[in-house]
């Protein structure tokens, strides 16, 4: 069974960092796109970070340099390290990847696993 879950969230004070992991089982990262969304309250579900199978890496506009996303194929693990976080950042964020066909974008509807999500609360 494909399954990703989601660790590292938690609450941190702005300027702070979190690095966030996503547990891959059922197929290896290495080689697959892997990708970063986060959704906040009342708020559609955006792309933060992609990870493509090689190895080049896009960001979300809001980004900005401060987050940085990598992977481990012996852990079979992605991660999002994020620094300087905002009360902006403030979301549900979740992993996600595409089995079913070769896809490494921007859109929801191109991923057909999704992790159930860490939780990020940035206060001031």
């Known amino acids: 069974e494909v399954q990703l879950v989601e660790s590292g969230g938690g609450s941190v004070q702005a300027g702070g960092s979190l690095t966030l992991s996503c547990a891959a089982s059922?197929?290896?990262?290495?080689?697959?796109?892997m990708a970063w969304f986060r959704q906040a309250p009342g708020r559609e579900r955006e792309g933060v970070a992609l990870?493509?199978?090689?190895?080049?890496?896009n960001y979300g506009d809001f980004v900005h340099g401060r987050f940085i996303v990598s992977k481990d194929n012996a852990k079979n693990t992605l991660f999002l390290q994020m620094n300087d976080l905002s009360p902006i950042d403030t979301a549900m964020y979740y992993c996600?990847?595409?089995?079913?066909?070769?896809?490494?974008?921007?859109?929801?509807?191109?991923?057909?696993?999704w992790g159930q999500g860490t939780q990020v609360s940035v206060s001031l």
């Open positions: 996600a990847t595409a089995t079913r066909r070769a896809y490494c974008g921007w859109s929801k509807a191109g991923y057909d696993v």
């Open positions: 059922g197929f290896a990262v290495a080689g697959t796109c």
């Open positions: 990870l493509g199978a090689s190895g080049h890496t």
